[in-house]
């Protein structure tokens, strides 16, 4: 696993300092986060194959929040706090509806997940 992940850091910055040296100049700011944050970027590798492609491969979060910002731009002004945890309730009930297939290969992920993170990860 470690090797797997030295030789894909390896080539992204080979790719990175071959093919983008003109970023690097329109961007620096970018380029200096990259390299600050590199060990934060690459991370994920440290995972199974099978958790990694959950990772990168399902934006659920970022979906809900954009159909979560859809139904709060009809309703800008709540008359108290707890209105909008029952309005944000009822939309994910409305959007939950909406899940009908788990992302692919879910079943080989869900068991690496419980391996990994056994005592957090309830299975039902």
Do not use: C
Request: proline letters at 4%; zero cysteines; charged letters at 25%.
């Amino acid at each position: 696993m470690k090797a797997s992940k030295e030789l894909f850091t390896w080539k992204i910055i080979n790719n990175y300092r071959s093919k983008n040296i003109l970023l690097l100049n329109i961007y620096p700011y970018i380029s200096k986060s990259w390299k600050d944050n590199w060990e934060n970027l690459v991370s994920f590798l440290d995972f199974p194959l099978e958790i990694r492609r959950i990772i990168y491969t399902t934006n659920a979060i970022e979906s809900l929040n954009g159909q979560l910002r859809k139904f709060t731009k009809n309703k800008r002004i709540f008359p108290n706090d707890n209105s909008v945890f029952e309005s944000f309730f009822l939309a994910i009930k409305n959007i939950e509806k909406k899940w009908t297939m788990p992302p692919q290969n879910w079943r080989s992920a869900l068991a690496h997940f419980y391996l990994r993170f056994e005592g957090r990860f309830i299975i039902e």
